[in-house]
C-alpha cells in the first residue's frame, strides 16, 4: 500500500513558476508508473503528465507540453512537477498517483492517490 503526499501548491500569477512534489511511503516507489492529474471545479480529472519508473518514458498533456517538467527520485521515492509560465486555465487542484501498470495515462487505472494540492493562476 502506497501512501502520496502532495506539496507546493499556492496562489501565483500568470507567467509565474510553481513546482510540486509529492512524496511516497509504504510501498517500493520504483515499481511504480507516477503521475499528475488535475480536476478543476466542475470538470472531470484529467491527466496532465506521467512518468515510468525508470524515467526513460514520459507523457505530457498538450495543454502543458514545453511548459511542464515531469521529474522522479526513487533514493528520495519524490516525483516533482515543475510548472513554467503558468496560465490562468491551469488553476485546479493537482493530485499525485501511483499505479503499477506501465506508461498508463488512463485516471482509473491509478490505484493510489495523494490527497491534492491547490494551484490557482491569477490572471
Known amino acids: 500500500q502506497v501512501q502520496l503526499v502532495e506539496s507546493g501548491g499556492g496562489l501565483v500569477q500568470a507567467g509565474d513558476s510553481l513546482t510540486l512534489s509529492c512524496v511516497a511511503s509504504g510501498g517500493t516507489f520504483s515499481r511504480y508508473t507516477m503521475g499528475w492529474f488535475r480536476q478543476a471545479p466542475g470538470k472531470e480529472r484529467d491527466v496532465v503528465t506521467t512518468?515510468?519508473?525508470?524515467?526513460?518514458?514520459?507523457y505530457y498533456a498538450d495543454s502543458v507540453k514545453g511548459r511542464f517538467t515531469i521529474s522522479r527520485d526513487n533514493a528520495k521515492m519524490t516525483v516533482y512537477l515543475q510548472m513554467n509560465t503558468l496560465k490562468p486555465e491551469d488553476t485546479a487542484v493537482y493530485y499525485c498517483?501511483?499505479?503499477?501498470?506501465?506508461?498508463?495515462?488512463?485516471?482509473?487505472?491509478?490505484?493510489?492517490w495523494g490527497q491534492g494540492t491547490q494551484v490557482t493562476v491569477s490572471s
Open positions: 498517483a501511483a499505479t503499477e501498470r506501465r506508461a498508463t495515462i488512463e485516471v482509473g487505472e491509478y490505484e493510489y
Open positions: 512518468i515510468t519508473w525508470s524515467g526513460g518514458f514520459k
